[in-house]
């Protein structure tokens, strides 16, 4: 019986470490596409002034 629990015990381990890890390489790709998409809006923000300094509309 101990055996038993401690297999279950080891599994579960395994599967929670398993699950942290997937869990920091998706909150790590979350911040690079938030930087991304940051990066992204500073741009369209910079071209939207050159287009309205021209007399023209991003519309």
């Known amino acids: 019986l101990t055996g038993i629990i401690l297999s279950v015990k080891t ?5 929670v470490s ?3 890890q997937a869990n920091l390489k998706l909150v790590t790709k979350v911040e690079q596409l938030e930087h991304s998409c940051a990066e992204k809006e500073r741009e369209i ?3 939207n002034k050159i287009l309205k300094q021209h007399g023209l ?3």
């Open 57 to 59: 509309t991003s519309e």
């Open 11 to 15: 599994r579960s381990e395994q599967q």
């Open 18 to 20: 398993k699950l942290k």
């Open 45 to 47: 923000e910079r071209l």
